[in-house]
């Protein structure tokens, strides 16, 4: 199995497959947020991770995009090192190194914010690479 690909079909066709799969908000909600970092970041590489995590990546991962029975989270996995001045962060605010936002049904987010961390990361990302 190549890096990056899942039985199945590509790591894109795997989380299209679990939006369709969801076929509730949860679904439109990761839907919205993957399109939002692919807004963000047109260089984005969907991967599928730890047996269905979608997972998006640019000079190492960015964010994860689970989904649970009452959220969508949104984690990233540098987090603790983003300036986060829209306080989009609401979830695993303990950690040295990640930070989550958690979606419930009915909430929105601040899309240009969460564009700016989804930016912020791959910078950040990028930085620790030239190092």
Same mark, same amino acid.
Request: glycine share 14%; aromatic share 8%.
């Given at each position: 199995m190549k890096k990056g690909r899942a039985k199945g079909g590509s790591p894109s066709e795997l989380i299209d497959a679990r939006i =369709? =799969?969801? &076929?509730?908000?949860?679904?439109e909600t990761l839907a919205r947020l993957r399109a939002l970092v692919r807004q963000a970041d047109p260089e984005v590489v969907e991967e599928w991770k730890w047996r269905g995590v979608p997972?998006?990546?640019?000079?190492? +991962? +960015?964010c994860t995009g689970e989904t649970y029975k009452s959220v969508v989270k949104m984690t990233f996995f540098?987090? $603790?090192?983003?300036k986060d001045p829209a306080?989009?962060?609401?979830?695993?605010? =303990? &950690?040295? $190194?990640?930070?989550? +936002?958690d979606i419930r049904e009915g909430e929105t987010i601040d =899309?240009? $914010?969460?564009? $700016?961390l989804v930016r912020a990361a791959v910078a950040l990302n990028e930085s620790a690479a030239r190092r």
């Open positions: =369709e =799969e969801l &076929g509730d908000w949860r679904g997972v998006w990546s640019h000079g190492g +991962i +960015i540098k987090g $603790a090192s983003l306080r989009l962060f609401n979830s695993s605010l =303990e &950690g040295n $190194a990640r930070r989550a +936002i =899309e240009a $914010a969460l564009k $700016a």
